[in-house]
């Protein structure tokens, strides 16, 4: 089983009308990175778990119910009278998006830790705002760094939303110390360049394998995406798609990358040579290409990636 651990929030997406004042209207997506890793893992077919604190709220409500139509398991979702967390969405003209959070005294921040995973979990994967907002943060920490010491293939996908982060250096320290606990980092280029502070991603990379993981994935949108361990680098380019929004593309390709490693029954990264790269990243790469043809993060099916 994979668990995917985070926050769950709702987007609310420019729409297509009009108000009187000439804004544009909203339209409410559900949303947030661990939980679209999770809708992804879960829809490609694969044994997916989530782990976080929802709301009571309708829209937590509303979220409950989408895991379980993915065939996600929400026996380790915690639930809380505080409301969701909500992040406007603006879109560029190139489809890319940008975010403006609303998370005061929302309901994921406060997740618990669960104690010690089910036995049968193989893969840990964690990130965005769920290793920012505290006291979920230093609870998500522990529960990473005591299943890394079980042997349990441990994903981390920063996902850096800077407005967020208060103290950008002391994130970036607190990132580093994560490292030895982490197998698989994967980051888009531009969050390498914020955590490194340097546009010499190859320095970067090599400095994050050095500190103890075992498998870089770097995302660079519609130029593809290449993996980095110690012995190999393969790239891999993107999958031609109808780009409407970018909403979700990463974490599709994350929850893709974690159903591929569970199915091959991968139990650690350094194993694995440059055909089975090759092969996973294609995979996530498709799924990402799906994932960006549709408004909002909707993640494919295993049907539609046959």
Request: proline share 6%.
């Amino acid at each position: 089983m994979i668990v995917v651990g985070g926050e769950a929030l709702v987007d609310m997406v420019p729409g297509a009308e009009k108000t009187n004042d000439g804004l544009t209207s909203l339209v409410p997506r559900l949303g947030g990175g661990p939980y679209n890793v999770a809708l992804a893992a879960g829809r490609l077919g694969t044994p997916t778990a989530f782990l976080s604190r929802v709301s009571t709220d309708r829209f937590g409500q509303a979220l409950r119910d989408r895991l379980i139509a993915s065939d996600v398991d929400i026996s380790m979702v915690q639930e809380g009278p505080e409301h969701t967390t909500l992040a406007v969405v603006a879109l560029a003209p190139n489809g890319s998006a940008s975010y403006t959070f609303y998370t005061e005294g929302s309901a994921d921040r406060l997740v618990e830790d669960p104690g010690p995973l089910p036995e049968d979990v193989k893969i840990l994967c964690l990130g965005t705002l769920g290793m920012v907002l505290e006291p979920g943060a230093t609870n998500y920490e522990t529960v990473l760094r005591r299943e890394s010491a079980r042997g349990v293939l441990t994903a981390l996908d920063p996902n850096i939303r800077a407005a967020l982060i208060a103290d950008a250096d002391a994130y970036r320290r607190r990132f580093l110390s994560w490292l030895p606990d982490v197998r698989l980092l994967k980051l888009s280029d531009d969050d390498a360049e914020w955590l490194a502070g340097t546009d010499d991603l190859d320095a970067a990379v090599k400095s994050w394998l050095d500190a103890g993981v075992d498998a870089v994935v770097l995302t660079r949108g519609g130029d593809g995406l290449a993996v980095h361990t110690g012995s190999v680098t393969v790239p891999v380019p993107s999958a031609p798609a109808r780009l409407v929004d970018t909403i979700g593309a990463g974490d599709t390709v994350q929850g893709a990358l974690l159903s591929w490693l569970h199915e091959k029954n991968v139990g650690t990264l350094t194993g694995l040579g440059e055909t089975e790269w090759r092969e996973a990243l294609t995979f996530a790469a498709k799924a990402a290409s799906i994932t960006v043809s549709r408004s909002g993060a909707e993640p494919p099916t295993a049907a539609e990636m046959v």
